[in-house]
DNA sequence: GACTGTGAAGCCATTCACAGCT
DNA sequence: AGCTGTGAATGGCTTCACAGTC
């Protein structure tokens, strides 16, 4: 699985179409045109297909794909054929939150540890999960092989905790602080940005189209 | 506040820029380049003066930009010189931890209602919120005129929720739920689809670079 | 006839590079 | 000398359009 250069809307397209793909084989559907997932998910029927073709020849022409086969290689190029375990940092309302998050799980993602430094929170429980404090991190991410962590602590702490992460070993960092972090070459890093995405929304709003 | 065409990268990075602004200015710094914007936040600084100047010419050349000046423009573009009413519907372990997330409150938007449709919720507290039944959207949009709306239930009923959103008259909406949803035109979208982020970085590690 | 896979064209965002101002 | 604002060049993603296949 080493295709040369996939822009990053393609692998994030990847990720929408496999979960409508998933939907539709729980509808029991067998068969599935660029044209039926285009529509499923809002995008063009040609993008659909070029998406795809970056990595395979996957349909048939004339036909289309095979749900049942589409739905494997799409999970298999996401990296979901297998599970991914998770450590989270912050166990504050967002950091639970995702704790507890069912979808994650659904789609390979184990949440192993919920590390944070309040004194009040460490030893509650969250689910299956009891809260640790942010000494484990290292052991966690040795003993449990974690490659991806969450970062859910405030703007002020989110460089200091990703660092830590990435002295643990961590490969992969989701960052819900609104703050811009950095990591070194090798980590990937993707940020959610809670506010960004309503000021997007002001924006619309106020130059009101 | 009529520019002809923003691409949305722009608009998303005023938004980053305005918060690495505020963080200047409250260490009270007077004056910066855009070069050092552009560190801050981790763009080109071509990139931010060239984002800058859909709007406008804010900056001295020779000198850089006064970073209250530069500040009061952004939110101002932004839509943010003025208070956001939103509601959020679903109050589960999302839904509560954004509605309790001092972050949209510091940026203007408040939240006013959080409606969900199980009894068992109903008449419980979200800090100073009450949740409230479905039945209470129209009412509580027209009274509040809310505009923004927050879709944060499971997928199966997302497109049911957004419906009734648009019939309450919400103009825009944040979709948190792992579906692909319509809304009319006049309405604006956004989706935060919190697996897709995951498993962006799931295909990273897989395709280990 | 229907639909895929794909080179070419089109379009849009980013980067370059420099004139213009302080 | 330093930095902004911007037209031009570049690069990359999306759409077009059609040959190839069933």
Redesign the interface.
């Known amino acids: 699985?080493?295709?040369y250069k996939i822009p990053?809307a393609t692998?994030?397209r990847?990720?929408?179409y496999?979960?409508?793909i998933n939907q539709l084989q729980n509808e029991g559907i067998e068969t599935i045109s660029s044209g039926q997932i285009a529509e499923?998910?809002?995008v063009s029927s040609a993008q659909v297909r070029k998406d795809l073709a970056y990595f395979g020849e996957f349909g048939t022409r004339g036909v289309g794909y095979k749900v049942g086969e589409l739905y494997g290689h799409l999970m298999k190029?996401?990296?979901?054929d297998r599970r991914?375990n998770?450590i989270i940092i912050g166990a504050g309302?967002?950091g639970?939150?995702?704790a507890?998050?069912q979808?994650?799980f659904?789609?390979?993602?184990e949440i192993c540890a919920v590390l944070d430094d309040d004194e009040k929170k460490i030893g509650t429980r969250l689910g299956d999960i009891t809260i640790e404090p942010l000494e484990v991190l290292k052991e966690r991410v040795k003993e449990r092989d974690i490659?991806?962590g969450v970062v859910a602590v405030p703007a002020a702490h989110s460089q200091d905790v990703t660092d830590k992460l990435v002295a643990a070993g961590v490969?992969?960092?989701?960052n819900f602080s609104?703050?811009?972090i950095?990591v070194p070459l090798?980590v990937?890093l993707?940020n959610?940005?809670?506010?960004?995405?309503?000021?997007?929304?002001?924006?619309?709003?106020?130059?009101n189209?």
Chains 1, 2 share one sequence.
């Open positions: 699985m080493k295709a990053e692998v994030m990847l990720s929408i496999s979960r409508y499923g998910v809002g190029i996401l990296g979901l991914w998770v309302k967002l639970s939150a995702l507890l998050y979808g994650f659904d789609r390979g993602f490659k991806v490969k992969a960092i989701l609104p703050r811009v950095q090798g990937t993707r959610v940005d809670l506010s960004m995405n309503l000021e997007v929304l002001s924006y619309n709003l106020a130059s189209r």
